[in-house]
T-cell receptor, first 113, second 114 residues
């Protein structure tokens, strides 16, 4: 079953602008991960945030996690045309589902040069 | 280079035919996963394995079968019982020796019906 719901489904911005994508989930998690997928390719891991963390940075990426609202956001600053891709959040529920991921539907990001 | 290799990149299936998708990893990961992705959708888990000679059904296992005879290999068979097999199939692996590890993905196999 799909636990994550992503918002918006599609986002179109100009190069240099910031892009924000949101993810909501339903059950408790061990960690939440963000992945990028270029057209016709596999997924590439971007960043993992643990359930006891609130914010994490990696280069131009900033991820926040609010476990009380069961939501996360991914911010890409100073976007580039090369950032054009689909972005997915995935939750790791821990416990007996340790290591298994449940993916959201994804956000399609288009960055215009 | 360490990574996951999926083959073939494109595969065509005839009516009533079983086809097997290959997934090999040289990352020494214990866990391996198979996902199905339909156009504009997220990934859905078909099967996963955390140890050699053992595997579990995911959310959409009907019409699929797997084996895990070697740590490096986790082939997926799409059987004739899978009536709607056209999709993009992704294989992934993960280390289990530490917590909070990401999954690593191959570049996928696109399966179509002839």
């Amino acid at each position: 079953s799909q636990q994550g719901e992503e918002d918006p489904q599609a986002l179109s911005i100009q190069e240099g602008e910031n892009a924000t994508m949101n993810c909501s989930y339903k059950t408790s998690i061990n960690n939440l991960q963000w992945y990028r997928q270029n057209s016709g390719r596999g997924l590439v891991h971007l960043i993992l945030i643990r359930s006891n963390e609130r914010e994490k940075h990696s280069g131009r990426l900033r991820v926040t996690l609010d476990t009380s609202k069961k939501s996360s956001s991914l911010l890409i600053t100073a976007s580039r045309a090369a950032d054009t891709a689909s972005y997915f959040c995935a939750t790791d529920g821990g416990g007996t589902s340790y290591g298994k991921l449940t993916f959201g539907q994804g956000t399609i990001l288009t960055v215009h040069p | 280079d360490g990574g996951i290799t999926q083959s073939p990149k494109y595969l065509f299936r005839k009516e009533g035919q079983n086809v097997t998708l290959s997934c090999e990893q040289n990352l020494n990961h214990d866990a391996m996963y198979w996902y199905r992705q339909d156009p504009g959708q997220g990934l859905r888990l078909i099967y996963y394995s955390q140890i050699v000679n053992d595997f579990q059904k995911g959310d959409i296992a009907e019409g699929y079968s797997v084996s895990r005879e070697k740590k490096e290999s986790f082939p997926l068979t799409v059987t004739s019982a899978q009536k709607n097999p056209t999709a993009f199939y992704l294989c992934a692996s993960r280390a289990l020796d530490r917590r909070n590890q990401p999954q690593h993905f191959g570049d996928g196999t696109r399966l179509s019906i002839l």
